[in-house]
């Protein structure tokens, strides 16, 4: 007990409050985009895409030379430097998350459900030793880009800060997730997608090609885990090789959380498991955040094994 | 319309067609009975290339589609609805409908939703709840319409009558009737009610274990003694013939 009172006595007061819910909202948003990424492919070929968290370490590193390119190429305004490495970051990181599908995924298609497993760690292992021969191990800096902010102090005790790059996550993040639904509900290729998750044979008889579909979930969620990646490099201005081990496990944590399949789960387990790590940190340990992350998934998979907003199993057909 | 020569498929190890021929011409009802087993459902699987034809073609308005990948054979104007309906069951009834037409032009679809409405007014009114939370009646009235949406030249019906209440059973059949009488589609059925299925068709074929081993006119095949006692109500305890 005194391990855990000396681990938890943190701060108190309104203020640390609000500024480590802002944290842990940013955090959230950045964790929702790469567990939609897992929680749509599970839903479509039922597997666990173990390579999608260096797909989004990947993204990261291209975004990093998407900036060197940009102030090559002489451009200075920050909006339109960040605007140009969004899309160039969206279009290879794709390229990436579809070539992945097609040389590891598409050739075990029918195979038993444990061999892209094995084939998705082996990815997963390529990538990280690709980038870090490409780029070498050590972490790559990117000068701040995006300053200021606004800061407040509702309990008096001290300013509470939010960062415009924060609130640019947090808006980029919404606007993605409300363009992401709509394309899945409402569009062909979203129900498309949608019928090659619930009877693929039927997809296939009613017209919709189901490889061109499943490429195209492997496609989409890259792209999002590619506007992940940049994020972290603005938000924490360092990247490594490594980075996408541990966000990519807790990523896929949010969407276990979640409820693995959902997609409204994915960005709901996000939030939860961003502010679950910025609160403990906060309050707590820091140095125990994992323990407190992973913490969380044992209880879900004890108590709620579909997650918060998955479905069970069993349905009337 | 379509000729099927020597096709055979099956199962891994497992050959459940076993040279099959037939012809279904244009704008008749064509009727393929036989007891669980048979390779009825095979045979319109391997039509729809799942599993793929091991031996044989199959001809389809003169062109062979033996090795067509499944999605294309909608867009040159063959529906197959299969056994079991296989309604997207976390899809609305709409999103259903819309998927049937998936491979059309758009500005077709509203008509089509009207046609298929017409001949099931029922899905109306449930046009915004989910695919599995209809009856079994519904599902197969949902499945056939969604079928119709592509405008198909042939459509492939398997088992449309299977699990259904009686009443129902009569109104699948009048539609099954009324798509080919309006819509000038030419069908393919599959069913175990071989006695109202042969009442409706121009021609019919008996297949046992993998073979065809009969065939007529529907008219022919109702009045042959053999028939009547292997697949309808009331039969003579007979073999079956082989």
Known sequence: MEFLSRACAGGAGIDYFLQQLVNGVTLGAIYGLIAIGYTMVYGIIGMINFAHGDIYMIGAFISLVGFLLMSALGITSVPIAIAGVLLFAMIFTAVYGWTVERVAYRPLRGAPRLAPLISAIGVSIVLQNYVQLAQGARVKPLQPMVQGGFTFSPGGEFHVTISILQIMIVLLTLSLMAGFTYLIQKTPLGRAQRATEQDRTMAALLGVDVDRTISATFVIGASLAAVAGLMVTLYYGVIDFYLGFVAGIKAFTAAVLGGIGSLPGAMLGGLLIGLIEAFWSGYCSIAYKDVAVFGVLVLVLIFRPTGLLGRPEVEKV | ?242
């Open chain 2, 1 to 242: 319309m379509l000729e099927i020569r020597d096709l055979r498929s099956g199962y891994g190890l497992i050959e459940v067609l076993q040279g099959i021929s037939l012809r279904v011409e244009t704008g008749e009802i064509a009727t393929l009975i036989g007891a669980n087993g048979a390779g009825k459902t095979t045979l319109l699987m391997t039509l729809s290339g799942q599993p793929r034809a091991r031996n044989g073609s199959i001809v389809f308005d003169g062109k062979d589609i033996t090795h067509t990948p499944m999605h294309n054979l909608v867009r040159l104007g063959i529906a197959h609805v299969p056994e079991g309906r296989h309604i997207f069951p976390r899809m609305t009834v709409l999103e259903n409908l819309q998927l049937g037409a998936f491979a059309c032009d758009p500005k077709n679809f509203a008509d089509d939703l009207d046609f298929a409405l017409t001949l099931f007014p029922q899905l109306e009114s449930r046009m915004a709840q989910r695919g599995g939370t209809l009856s079994g009646g519904e599902q197969q009235m949902l499945a056939i319409g969604r079928g119709l949406m592509s405008r198909p030249r042939l459509l492939l019906l398997d088992e449309p009558s299977l699990g259904l209440a009686p009443l129902i059973v009569r109104q699948v059949f009048d539609t099954i009737r009324l798509i080919n009488r309006e819509r000038k589609t030419t069908i393919l059925l599959v069913e175990q009610n071989a006695f109202q299925a042969l009442k409706l068709s121009d021609k019919a074929y008996v297949m046992v274990n993998g073979a065809i081993t009969l065939s007529g006119t529907g008219a022919e095949l109702l009045g042959n003694s053999e028939v009547q006692a292997a697949y309808m109500e009331g039969g003579l305890a007979q073999t079956v013939p082989a």
